[in-house]
């Protein structure tokens, strides 16, 4: 590989601790065993997997919020077990969660977006400046004066990334960022990761167990029991369809109709992965 | 006419909040035949979780009627006890009305309320329990909170039918759920409807997800009824569902595509093995 990886994930093992008062009683599960994963700058990786396969926790640990049993994570050189560089660890590497509820703060959604640069005690020009930029970025701009209430469930979540954007993070972890959301704006904040990705060269991890979401990534990684157990690209990943469904992932419908097709003889190459790609190859 | 186990006349209901109303429903027409699986399908806002409501009397009509096998349910003097015992209703994230110490009293304390005997209680416990694929010899005497989310909210399903419902209602019974949970749900469901007759009412809106187990599919957008069929007369809408917000299905989408771009593809091509058949033989003939 190139240039040193922005996170070096190194031989990283977690369990998490026994729930209080049943130590002794309950062995702890091992949530990840011996990970080893670089991410580059840049890079667009889907961490897929079924629930409780680990890839969660190993987004997790990219920027602090867990720390290994044993290895090591380095984010851009920080270790992330040292306490004094956590700040600037989770400053370069974002997260947004399932429930965007659980990180939006205050009342009004430019507020919001400023909140955390506030804290930093960041000069007013400035936090207007990355503000304003924010919500344009995830097109929150003429929502800016509203409570946070009032918007749809897509629309909280392109506030949760704003928050996070005006930091100048140099990665997002969206984890399971879609799973509460309708299909049409599971797809729409997708897509905007995407273009985060392409237009500002920001370096996403996108965590989720759906298939679809995974075939415009760059670098796919499934997880499986704590482990990394398939790794490449969605085109490589995609083509053992008998494997993924043996690890509980769903396989959309045009997937499988591709796949069957392929089978049955009819020239589909294995890029074909998108719905449009398939449309093109069928009827070129 | 059919057997319609639920109906709504231009039903409308506008909510109070301050000074402000919201129409959150208006001029609802429907019916809901009896033994059937529905689905009201629509985006956060349509107002589906408000129609459902007025099923067992949660709320009461602003305007029109709600008939619940030939109840008044906006009448002053429905029996909302026994409604409630008729129409079971699971809300979003039901586990989270779990809280008691083993699954067994969870599912137990609907049929407790009813002052039923000890045997028809534990009868209807353990029958619930093994309609949602929880065998109490392995799950009736662990917590509830030892269970996986999928689990749990089966639990709170086998609450829901120890009431012996006529009518089930399940608000996004699935959100939240990863694919394995979701299959899970949908077959114990699918086998519930079978062996017991109730009538199910599903609130979705993921029309995708509901398309294997819904006879008529209802579309709801800002508070009105705005189609109703088959899932596959409404699949076939293709793009034009996206103006109520709802995002077509993956296979109908490539179908759409394919037309777009000159193929005949027969209108009733549906499932993946019929799609399959005709695009082997085009393939084929195309070749």
Request: proline residues 5%.
């Amino acid at each position: 590989m190139s240039a040193s990886p922005l996170i070096d994930i190194q031989h990283i093992s977690y369990s998490y601790p026994a729930p209080k008062g049943k130590k002794g009683e309950i062995q702890p599960v091992a949530a990840l065993r011996e990970v080893d994963l670089q991410v580059q700058q840049g890079e667009y990786l889907v961490l897929l997997g079924h629930n409780g396969s680990g890839k969660s926790t190993l987004a997790r640990h990219c920027n602090a919020l867990l720390l290994p049993d044993c290895g090591h994570v380095l984010v851009s050189g920080l270790d992330t077990r040292d306490t004094s560089k956590q700040q600037t660890i989770r400053e370069r590497v974002g997260i947004i969660f399932q429930n965007p509820d659980n990180q939006i703060i205050a009342t009004v959604v430019e507020d919001d977006v400023a909140w955390a640069l506030a804290v930093r005690g960041l000069p007013t020009e400035v936090i207007r400046e990355r503000v304003d930029a924010a919500m344009a970025m995830v097109g929150i701009t003429h929502l800016r004066q509203l409570p946070p209430h009032k918007l749809s469930g897509g629309q909280r979540q392109r506030l949760a990334i704003a928050g996070v954007l005006a930091l100048r993070p140099q990665c997002i972890i969206a984890d399971e960022a879609t799973a509460m959301l309708d299909p049409l704006s599971r797809q729409e904040i997708t897509l905007l990761l995407h273009q985060i990705n392409q237009e500002y060269g920001l370096t996403i991890i996108q965590v989720t167990h759906l298939l679809e979401e995974a075939a415009l990534g760059q670098r796919v990684v499934v997880m499986e029991q704590g482990r990394i157990v398939l790794e490449g690209s969605p085109a490589t990943i995609f083509a053992d369809l008998e494997r993924l469904r043996a690890l509980k992932l769903a396989i959309p419908d045009p997937i499988e109709l591709a796949d069957r097709l392929r089978r049955a003889g009819v020239a589909l190459s294995a890029s074909a992965i998108t719905v449009e790609a398939i449309a093109q190859e069928i009827v070129p | 006419m059919s057997d319609a186990i639920i109906v709504t006349q231009h039903l409308s209901h506008t909510y109070q909040s301050g000074p402000l109303q919201k129409a959150a429903l208006i001029d609802v027409s429907l019916e809901i035949e009896r033994g059937s699986c529905v689905a009201i399908i629509g985006f956060n806002g349509s107002g589906k979780t408000t129609l459902v409501q007025h099923f067992n009397g949660l709320l009461r009509p602003s305007e029109g009627t709600v008939l619940v096998d030939g109840v008044n349910v906006g009448s002053g003097n429905v029996d909302l006890r026994t409604l409630r015992q008729h129409v079971g209703m699971l809300f979003q994230f039901p586990e989270g009305q779990l809280f008691e110490r083993t699954v067994f009293a969870d599912v137990a304390f609907g049929p407790r309320r009813m002052k039923l005997s000890r045997r028809e209680i534990r009868t209807r416990v353990l029958e619930a329990l093994e309609a949602v694929g929880l065998p109490q010899h392995e799950y009736a005497w662990r917590s509830p909170f030892d269970l996986s989310g999928g689990q749990r909210r089966r639990v709170a399903l086998a609450g829901v039918l120890a009431m012996r419902p006529s009518i089930l209602v399940l608000d996004e019974p699935t959100v939240g759920l990863d694919a394995s949970g979701r299959e899970e749900f949908y077959s114990y469901l699918g086998h519930i409807r079978r062996e017991q007759g109730v009538t199910i009412v599903l609130v979705s809106h993921d029309m995708t997800e509901v398309a294997s187990l819904a006879d008529q599919l209802f579309v709801m957008y800002e508070g009105r009824l705005v189609l109703e069929g088959t899932p596959r007369a409404v699949f076939a809408q293709g793009d034009r569902l996206r103006v109520w917000r709802l995002a077509p299905p993956p296979l109908s989408e490539l179908l759409a595509l394919l037309r777009q771009r000159g193929l005949t593809i027969p209108s009733d091509a549906f499932t993946v093995d019929e799609v399959f058949a005709v695009l082997q033989h085009s393939g084929q003939s195309g070749r």
